[in-house]
């Protein structure tokens, strides 16, 4: 009787799929208006400083701080700067209206703001009345306070979020270089498989991982190829297999990498390339096939297979393929934040495999538990603000310190 391999652990598995992962080597320029979500391919550098000149921070009065050292100081009004405006050199004995974000004009060396002053007209002209004694460079921005010209401002093998446009445009970037998304094709097996919309027949369910990985796919910035239901039927999933492998990087399947009769990639993933199956000690998930599939005119594409049950294919995906995905398209850091949170419950069923347990913040800062943790529990996932990361034969104690990993950092 044949001996079962042993059980991978999860690091062993994500560790093979990493050092496996060729990060991708084209790279396009597109407007900085249209890189949101895309891989930085090269550091970028400014040529400028930010600000470009020593600027207010406030509405207020320029002036020289001698000119108010003795306390409350009446000062004559000699112009009104607003931003985008240069003024003229700032005589002495005298301030100047000022607006948040325009040049200092020489001469000055501080902002007094306008709550500290008051405005006192007379016949001889607008006077301001100083009842605050400024330092030295009070409420003033500094050229290239924020950024040095010639600094490096992005890393390379960052994904762009709205944050980092902001900067790049504040140096004036109106393009950035790019690498290419990447191109993942997907496809289900099961005749039992139907689309929402359609009648249910008997045996049937209703295709919700298709749904579940295209959205996943698309928040990490994939092109996407859709070729839908595939029949049960080896020589369909092998001609599948063949048109998916042409123009893609990377085939990712759910379901129908066991076994049985009825379950045909495997077979066919084997004939059209090779195929690595693990059993990985998680739960859920534990089957996850990796492979690749070969084209017909050389190269190959790199192939996923996940479990069916789409709380598994959720898990398995954010665990493993989000990582492999992050690093084809040449990010450097892959691994999600981890946070400490107290347990608000018990979970005395300690499992011989790491578990992923849907949990949610509640507002006594710590976490509660979805009271059904199947792999098909799909409610738990909706439910749920993220992953309770529980290592392989540890049980929960109300109170104890648990690994807890946000949706909002493996979403995206």
Request: with cysteine.
């Amino acid at each position: 009787m044949p001996v079962k391999p042993p059980l991978l652990s999860v690091a062993e598995a994500l560790k093979f799929l990493l050092k496996s992962a060729v990060p991708l080597s084209e790279i396009e320029t597109v407007p900085t208006l249209e890189a949101n979500g895309r891989v930085l391919a090269t550091a970028q550098v400014s040529r400028i400083n930010v600000p470009g000149m020593d600027n207010s921070q406030m509405d207020g009065y320029a002036v020289r701080a001698a000119d108010c050292a003795g306390g409350e100081t009446r000062l004559r009004v000699s112009q009104r700067i607003p931003a985008g405006h240069v003024g003229a050199a700032l005589e002495s004995g005298t301030a100047a209206r000022i607006f948040t974000g325009a040049m200092v004009p020489a001469g000055a060396d501080a902002i007094v703001m306008q709550e500290a002053c008051e405005v006192d007209k007379d016949g001889s002209g607008d006077h301001v009345i100083v009842r605050h004694t400024p330092q030295p460079g009070e409420w003033i921005r500094c050229t290239g306070e924020d950024i040095k010209a010639a600094s490096t401002i992005l890393s390379a093998g960052i994904r762009l979020r709205p944050q980092e446009l902001g900067l790049a445009a504040s140096v004036g970037l109106a393009e950035l270089p790019v690498l290419r998304k990447l191109r993942v094709a997907v496809f289900f097996t099961g005749d039992e498989l139907a689309m929402p919309g359609e009648a249910l027949k008997p045996g049937a369910i209703y295709n919700s991982n298709r749904f579940l990985l295209r959205g996943l796919l698309e928040n990490l910035g994939c092109d996407v190829q859709d070729f839908g239901i595939v029949p049960d039927r080896l020589q369909a999933t092998r001609e599948t297999l063949r048109a998916a492998a042409a123009g893609r990087d990377l085939i990712i399947t759910s379901g129908g990498v066991s076994v049985g009769e009825e379950d045909h990639v495997k077979p066919a993933v084997e004939a059209e390339g090779r195929l690595n199956m693990w059993q990985i000690a998680m739960k859920p998930g534990k089957p996850l096939a990796f492979g690749e599939v070969h084209r017909a005119g050389g190269g190959k594409a790199f192939f996923l297979g996940l479990p069916g049950n789409p709380v598994s294919t959720f898990v398995t995906f954010l665990i493993f393929v989000r990582p492999f995905l992050l690093r084809l398209q040449g990010v450097e850091q892959v691994a999600p934040r981890v946070l400490s949170m107290r347990a608000d419950f018990n979970w005395l069923k300690a499992d011989r495999r790491q578990e992923f347990l849907r949990a949610r913040f509640n507002d006594k800062g710590g976490l509660d538990l979805f009271p059904h943790q199947g792999s098909g529990v799909l409610t738990s996932t909706v439910w749920g603000d993220g992953l309770i990361d529980n290592p392989p034969g540890k049980t929960i104690a109300e109170g104890d310190q648990v690994r807890f990993i946000p949706f909002d950092n493996l979403l995206n």
